[in-house]
Each structure stands twice: as C-alpha cells, then as structure tokens.
C-alpha cells in the first residue's frame, strides 16, 4: 500500500539506516513487513544516505580540513562562522547536517560543530552528535537546548564561535561536568529548573538532520 513508503522512509531516517543504538528486533522485523509490502528498500536508502550534491560535498571538505581534534582525539569541534562559510561559497541550506561528519572518523565520541547565525551574528548553533561515552543532550541541557542523547543542539550569543565553545570547558574547569560522560553537578549551576519527560516523534528533513528540529 501507498502508506508503506513514508513509514519506511519514517523508520529508516530516524535509525539512521539502522545504526542507531534505537535499533531493536522489532524494528526490523516492522521494516520486513514495510518490504514485505512493496518498498524499494535498496533505491530509497541510496537516495537518503548515498545521494549528495556537490554542494554538500564541498560542505564536507570545509569541515574535515577545519574540524580540531581535542582530548586524545575523543572529541571533534568545528566553528563555522559567516566569513568561513562565504569563503567557500556555501550557503546555510549547504552545511546540512555537516555536525554527523567527524563522527566518522576513527576514536571521535563526540562531534561539536558551532554554526554562526547569518541574519544575527551574535547567536550560535552548538550541534552535537555523540557516542556512548557521551550524553549530547545533558550537555546541551545546561545552554537551554535538548534533544536525545545521541544528537542534540543549543544556542548560545557570544561574539566569536571560539567564546562559544569555551563555555563548555568553563563548566568543565568549576567541576558542572564531571568528566566527558557528562555526568552533571545540576546544584551547581544555581538554575532553576523543572524536570520532565517529553516524548516526540519527529522525522528530520533530508541534510537537515536533527538541528532544525533542536533549535
């Protein structure tokens, strides 16, 4: 049936094409049902995860030849201001969902990518991607943004990327995090807060990943 297309596309985007730690038995035995039903698994994966423009591509080679390496190698972080996106002829449709890329790269846990706003300089986006030994959404939690533990995005003013970004490690110097499991000292932060669950189910638009969403 017609409705078995979406589903597909809805299940395979948000496991990642079945990477995610989301991933259970009844997971794939949902997706043989929706194959089982007609779906062209094989084309729409390819168009999902295979297919780039040579934009996206040129978005890739700006951030692994920007991207800086810290903590043995354990976490990526690139800045991507206005000047450096314009020197590459890229627009913000370009970048996508560029905060993924490093973690590709072998003994990366945890991907920073700080994207400056172009209608208003003084925000930035901190877009996180991380493995198990991180929680992206407790370190985003602490600059007012959320998501999942796996991908999560905030957004901070500051008046460079690098002011940005060392706001993490502030919080890393005065003990807030305790280590880079992101096992968070919330007495310290002196905030008030209020604490609950909220369960979304969301399907993030192709090369825009989860960013738009967490903003």
């Not at 597909?8 to 039903?37: E, M, P």
């Not at 449709?93 to 846990?109: K, Y």
């Not at 979304?200 to 192709?206: A, E």
């Amino acid at each position: 049936p017609d409705i078995a297309l979406p589903l597909y596309v809805a299940v395979s985007t948000d496991t990642g094409c079945f990477r995610y730690s989301n991933v259970t038995a009844s997971t794939h035995r949902k997706a043989a049902d929706l194959i089982a039903g007609g779906v062209d698994f094989a084309q729409i994966n390819t168009l999902l995860f295979e297919s780039k423009g040579y934009s996206e591509i040129r978005a890739a080679m700006m951030t692994y030849k920007n991207l800086q390496l810290y903590r043995g190698g354990s976490v990526a972080m690139l800045f991507v201001t206005n000047e450096l996106r314009e020197k590459n002829n890229l627009t913000m449709d370009d970048l996508g969902d560029i905060s993924s890329l490093p973690r590709e790269i072998d003994g990366v846990e945890l991907s920073v990518v700080v994207k400056q706003s172009e209608k208003h300089p003084e925000r930035f986006r901190i877009s996180m991607r991380s493995g198990s030994d991180y929680a992206s959404n407790s370190l985003c939690a602490m600059f007012g943004g959320g998501g999942h533990m796996r991908a999560a995005g905030a957004m901070v003013e500051a008046s460079t990327p690098e002011e940005a970004a060392a706001k993490m490690d502030e919080y890393t110097k005065t003990g807030v995090i305790r280590g880079y499991k992101a096992l968070v000292d919330w007495d310290k932060l002196n905030a008030d807060r209020v604490k609950a669950v909220i369960e979304l189910r969301v399907r993030p638009k192709k090369s825009h990943g989860f960013d738009e969403i967490a903003s």
